[in-house]
């Protein structure tokens, strides 16, 4: 069975500081893709990032980067100099490959991230 | 393009009435499903669908029926409503057919239900 850990459940920073968000999975399948997703206050859904398991290379996208290392099933999620703007929950997420998957999403319990002016 | 609409935003049941939540698509995904967030739980999935007239569930189906008679509505029905079932609710859509995990889901922006 899949499995999707998120430790951190809150985590409270000032702005500009750099804040790191854990994930940590597990699966059987040897094809799989991790996901991030963030909810704002708002509660929409939003889509952040995916990455599938053969592909280990870390991404940059502004102030956002993902970690991402298969040996020791982790896929986590740093943004540097936060803002009052990334104060949000955040979601990490898997989904197997394989064909009877369906796109089915496990997630994590979220992070919720709360940035101080 | 509306990506995925649900309604109603807001509502509240008394323990045992029934209601459905409607769920619409407009980008012609083949795979939608039905997700319930808990506070500190994320979201467990209720049932989905791999197109029209093709349903199966998830992890926590029990109280909950669904249908999809075409591929752009997918509604969630509660049948005796009770107080376990107060949640978030969020539908989401996805292309099919795709490498299956691939692509991203589309969210709705979510259906706030309580029931007393």
């Known amino acids: 069975a899949q499995k999707v850990t998120q430790a951190q459940t809150e985590i409270s920073v000032v702005e500009k500081e750099d804040v790191t968000l854990d994930c940590v999975y597990e699966t059987r399948d040897t094809t799989y893709y991790l996901f991030w997703y963030k909810q704002p206050p708002s509660g929409e859904l939003v889509f952040l990032i995916r990455r599938n398991s053969f592909d280990e290379q870390n991404e940059i996208s502004g102030r956002y980067s993902w970690n991402f290392q298969k040996s020791t099933s982790s896929f986590n999620f740093t943004i540097t100099a936060s803002q009052v703007v990334d104060s949000a929950v955040y979601f990490c997420?898997?989904?197997?490959?394989?064909?009877?998957?369906?796109?089915?999403?496990?997630f994590g319990q979220g992070t919720i991230l709360t940035v101080h002016p | 393009n509306a990506g995925v609409t649900q309604t109603p935003k807001f509502r509240i049941l008394k323990i045992g009435q029934s209601m459905t939540l409607q769920c619409a698509q407009d980008?012609?995904?083949?795979?939608m499903y039905w997700y319930r967030q808990d506070p500190g739980m994320g979201l467990k999935l209720i049932y989905y669908?791999?197109?029209?007239?093709?349903?199966d569930k998830g992890e926590v189906p029990n109280g909950y029926n669904v249908s999809r008679s075409t591929t752009e509505d997918f509604p969630l029905r509660l049948e005796l409503a009770a107080p376990s079932q107060t949640s978030v609710y969020f539908c989401?859509?996805?292309?099919?057919?795709?490498?299956?995990?691939?692509?991203?889901?589309?969210f709705g922006n979510g259906t706030r239900l309580t029931v007393t």
């Open positions: 669908s791999v197109g029209a007239g093709i349903t």
């Open positions: 980008m012609n995904h083949n795979y």
């Open positions: 997420a898997l989904s197997d490959a394989g064909g009877t998957s369906y796109g089915k999403l496990t």
């Open positions: 989401a859509s996805k292309v099919g057919g795709d490498g299956e995990g691939n692509s991203p889901l589309h």
